[in-house]
C-alpha cells in the first residue's frame, strides 16, 4: 500500500528519508488481482508505512472488495492520516 510512515516511532527501525513519495501502489493493479476471490482473508497493509497515505487506498479497498465479495478484508492503521481526513471533510461542510 504505502512504505511512507507519518510517525517515528523509537522502537521502529523504518527510515523515511529512504523514501519517494510518488511509490504507491496503483489501484489498477488490484483489478487484475482476479484470483483474490479465492482467498478468505486479505489484509490491505504493508510490513510497514501507513497505508492511509496512499492516495489510492478508498479505490484499491473498493476494488478488492467488489472482487473478493466474501473474504474477510483488513487494514491496520495508527489513525493519524484518517484523524487528518475526517477533519478536512467535515471543515468542508
Known amino acids: 500500500m504505502s512504505n511512507i510512515c507519518n510517525q517515528q516511532c523509537l522502537f521502529c527501525s523504518h527510515d523515511n528519508s529512504c523514501v519517494m513519495d510518488d511509490n504507491w501502489l496503483d489501484a489498477g493493479l488490484f483489478?487484475?488481482?482476479?484470483?483474490?476471490?479465492?482467498?478468505?482473508?486479505?489484509c490491505l497493509s504493508s510490513r510497514s508505512g501507513e497505508r492511509l497515505l496512499n492516495p489510492h487506498f478508498p479505490q484499491i479497498a473498493d476494488i478488492v472488495r467488489r472482487?473478493?465479495?466474501y473474504s474477510h478484508i483488513d487494514a491496520f492503521t495508527n489513525g493519524l492520516?484518517?484523524?487528518?481526513k475526517l477533519g478536512r471533510y467535515r471543515r468542508q461542510l
Open 31 to 42: 483489478n487484475k488481482m482476479k484470483w483474490l476471490k479465492y482467498v478468505s482473508h486479505i
Open 67 to 69: 472482487i473478493a465479495q
Open 81 to 84: 492520516a484518517l484523524r487528518e
